[in-house]
């Protein structure tokens, strides 16, 4: 399954020297560092030149506005953020299988807090953006559905369930327990986070021990 990507850099201008690649990449880093501090609305692309200690020229060199340099972001941090798969053959480890996803899930947007906050920002404001974060999320969900109905076909999940309801209800709570912890840097215990959104998954779909 082919999942939409949050960041298509592909129409950028790549750099051709070493030293200009070295550019781009401190320009990226600057505008994460301020993107994170400042939020998306309020940054200005003369905090990211002086967070990067380079001319505005110089940005213009490898980036056309903000909205590409928070393209290239995104880029560099979206593999943290994409669902890891969830197997659930029913081969007798579904819990350890479902809790090795949500702690790969969960470990990423832990390291991806302030991004994963700004991503929201960004959606508020920009339709296109919402839509391909809506696009992807759906793409998991439809995913996730496919594997729970698996389950139930094999004897081993609720068979009144609705898959499709069930996976995105499922996947919205891992998920909203994520940005509610990291992005408002509540105190938490980490493997008890963990271990309760899997106990909820195996208990919601009534999974086997």
Known sequence: MEIPVLADTTAQREPITARGERTRANLIAAARRVFERRGYVDTKLSD????????????????????????????????????????????????????????????????????????????AIDPEFRGVRRERSNAFVQRNARAIAALQAGGLADPDLDPELSAKALSAMVSRVAFHTFCFEEEIDFDAMVQTCTDLWVNALRLPR
């Open 48 to 123: 990211i030149t002086t967070s990067a200690r380079c001319s505005t020229g110089t940005f213009y060199t490898y980036f056309t506005d903000k909205a590409e340099i928070l393209q290239a972001v995104l880029e560099k941090v979206q593999d943290d953020m994409l669902h890891p798969q969830v197997p659930m053959h029913g081969d007798g480890s579904l819990r350890g299988q479902i809790e090795m996803a949500n702690r790969a899930y969960l470990d990423g947007y832990r390291r991806n807090a302030k991004m994963m906050k700004l991503l929201d920002q960004v959606a």
